[in-house]
């Protein structure tokens, strides 16, 4: 946890979409302070076209590197999000050559109550986690 989905526009190698992977599991942990087997992530490519991400008049360009990421998670702090958003650039930018303009980022906040990491039950609210 947080359970990170990623989406990119085919056309990547599996090397560097493993990469990739790591990288932004790299800024996970550094900027929201989890364990470090504390990995979810769901890679979905798209065919191009498939993928539209439009910058809300912000003048922001888009390129064919264009990678979403959505992260549900428990409540982080404006803090401890800014780190992230800056962080998974600048590791973006050094690790895959990805411009901080094709990186967008989307954090759905959600609470304890809302995981169950197997077996049927609520491992936050029952005291595993």
């Not at 912000?58 to 800056?86: M, N």
């Not at 967008?104 to 304890?112: A, C, G, L, T």
Request: hydrophobic residues 40%.
């Amino acid at each position: 946890m947080p359970l990170i989905r990623i989406d990119v526009i085919e056309g990547r190698t599996q090397q560097e979409l493993n990469i990739l992977k790591e990288t932004i599991h790299r800024a996970v942990v550094e900027a929201f302070e989890v364990p470090e087997r504390d990995k979810y992530q769901i890679l979905t490519q798209h065919k191009p076209g498939f993928l539209i991400s439009e910058d809300t008049g912000l003048g922001i360009p888009r390129t064919d590197k264009f990678v979403l990421l959505q992260i549900a998670s428990r409540p982080r702090t404006a803090e401890q999000k800014k780190k992230f958003y800056s962080l998974v650039c600048q590791l973006l930018k050094e690790n895959c050559a990805i411009k901080s303009s094709d990186v967008m980022i989307s954090i759905v906040v959600n609470s304890d109550e809302d995981w169950s990491f197997g077996l049927g039950r609520a491992q936050f609210l029952e005291g595993d986690l």
